[in-house]
């Protein structure tokens, strides 16, 4: 693998995969996307010809929900497992596999791709992708570092291409009541807002997994792509759950479960990004083979509001959501002048503040049913509209949880100029919000 070779991401688009790396099917045949003309990727008469990059966990729930509909056709799977590329290809016939994602992202017969790879990927994979002609289905944490999120965005804009982030929650009915409640003005002016993400994995974590050599039908060195080399580790490639303890390929829990519940507050109460972020945390209690932080405080300023992030993997008290038994707790409180509004991802709750929450009937429903989250983004390909979860509104919620995970590196306040998206005062936070990717991989300094 060479730096000319990570250069060319468009450089190969009539070859045809390698053999050996996957069954070489050929797919139906369909009107390609550069056929059609203008901005529009498939006429709304065609089949989306889908590929995905990983196909472990999260990515074969939405490979499951775009494939099950009829105006859409598989025809790549890319993953550096290959026991899991087959078990896909297996259930796909009309697919063509792929060790490296450049090849599948190259391949004219892909008009849309789901990215769904451990984070320390997504941003790479992403501007790719764009910069390749696909529309994209990315799986959450969008990116780890604020430079990236940045990066991303503006890819997104600059390529003018449709993407939905994965926060499949954002799509379910009880999210939609509590933008109601919050929108319809009758909890009054809202001044604090805590989210909430805990749990208990006991002082052994994970636990420790034997030392071995990765299996030899995985190609480790692509697993590691531009993070840090290191060791196989079984834990660490088990699933998203599990990558979540190691800080170099997941920024930690608050980057894998923070989407889901900053995103909320961030759209009812159309907030931009932190101007300051304050995130105190550590590494306390559990001793496995992970080095994520079990602990995270986190406090963001934007104008007349606070939010909170609270997250915890060694105790899972849950407020009003649960207590006592070890579990997986989550919940957001809007705290507002009227009266308080907590909710999880099913279920909220009015708390009257006496007398001054006088109307305490439900507003009016106004945010229509989605058709699922998966589903938004097949139906915009076609509309060429943006999805609800669009990189576009989903970077105000990814920087406040990357400036978070800055912050908690340098052990202090980070402050951002909102009208100019630069961090202000702190050259050292300045050089940390930019990853150093490992050769030979170059971070795409021009969408900055």
Same mark, same amino acid.
């Not at 890819?155 to 449709?162: E, L, S, T, Y």
């Not at 406040?400 to 009208?419: E, I, M, Q, W």
């Given at each position: ?6 250069? !060319? ?36 008469? %065609?089949?989306?010809? &889908? ?21 859409? *056709? ?19 016939? @009309?697919?063509?596999?792929?060790? /490296? ?8 017969? *892909? ?27 990315? !799986? ?6 604020p430079d990236e999120t940045l990066a991303v965005r503006n890819a ?97 829990? @608050? &980057? ?16 931009? *990004?932190?101007t300051v972020t304050s995130c105190s945390g550590g590494r306390y209690?559990? %001793? ?12 963001? !300023?934007?104008?007349? &509001? ?13 407020f009003d959501f649960g207590r006592g038994t070890p579990a997986r707790?989550?919940?957001?409180? +809007? ?6 509004? +907590?909710?999880? #991802?099913?279920?909220? @709750?009015?708390?009257?503040?006496? /007398?001054? &929450? ?27 509209? !943006?999805?609800?979860?669009? *990189? ?15 912050? #908690? ?29 490992? %050769? ?9």
């Amino acid at each position: 693998m060479t730096t000319d070779d990570q250069d !060319q991401v468009t450089r190969r688009r009539a070859m045809k995969v390698m053999g050996g790396i996957g069954a070489a099917i050929s797919a139906p045949t369909i009107v390609p996307a550069a056929v059609l003309g203008g901005d529009r990727a498939v006429a709304p008469s %065609d089949r989306i010809r &889908l590929g995905i990059i990983g196909v472990n966990s999260m990515g074969r729930v939405n490979l499951k929900n775009c494939a099950k509909h009829d105006d859409v *056709v598989v025809t790549g799977i890319c993953d550096v497992w290959k026991k899991r590329r087959d078990k896909a290809l297996s259930e796909h016939p @009309t697919a063509r596999g792929y060790l /490296d994602y450049r090849e599948l992202l190259d391949a004219d017969d *892909v008009d849309a791709v789901i990215i769904a790879t451990p984070p320390h990927w997504h941003t790479l994979m992403a501007i790719h992708a764009v910069e390749a002609g696909k529309d994209i289905y990315l !799986q959450k944490p969008m990116t780890m570092y604020p430079d990236e999120t940045l990066a991303v965005r503006n890819a997104v804009r600059r390529h003018k291409k449709v993407s939905q982030i994965g926060t499949q929650i954002h799509a379910g009915d009880n999210y939609h009541r509590v933008v109601e409640w919050i929108r319809s003005g009758k909890m009054g002016p809202v001044s604090v807002v805590r989210a909430f993400n805990v749990m208990n994995q006991g002082r052994n974590g994970l636990g420790r997994a034997p030392r071995e050599d990765a299996p030899a039908d995985l190609d480790w060195d692509r697993w590691l792509g531009p993070a840090p080399a290191r060791d196989y580790n079984s834990l660490l490639v088990a699933s998203g759950y599990e990558h979540c303890s190691f800080w170099d390929y997941s920024g930690g829990w @608050t &980057l894998g479960m923070g989407p889901h519940l900053v995103d909320l507050p961030v759209w009812a109460l159309e907030l931009g *990004v932190p101007t300051v972020t304050s995130c105190s945390g550590g590494r306390y209690v559990i %001793d496995d083979d992970g080095d994520a932080p079990d602990t995270q405080e986190v406090i963001w !300023q934007y104008p007349n &509001l606070t939010m909170h992030w609270s997250m915890s993997a060694c105790n899972s008290f849950g407020f009003d959501f649960g207590r006592g038994t070890p579990a997986r707790r989550l919940g957001i409180y +809007f705290h507002a002048v009227n009266g308080t509004l +907590f909710t999880d #991802y099913d279920h909220h @709750t009015i708390v009257p503040e006496g /007398d001054y &929450l006088s109307d305490t009937e439900p507003p009016e429903q106004t945010i229509a049913a989605s058709p699922g989250h998966e589903r938004e983004w097949l139906d915009c390909i076609k509309s060429r509209q !943006q999805p609800s979860c669009n *990189v576009d509104y989903h970077y105000k919620i990814d920087l406040a949880l990357t400036l978070a995970n800055l912050s #908690y590196r340098l052990g202090r306040s980070v402050r951002l100029d909102p009208k100019t998206e630069r961090i202000v005062g702190d050259p050292e936070a300045v050089k940390l919000a930019r990853p150093v990717y490992r %050769d030979p991989w170059k971070f795409p300094a021009e969408y900055l």
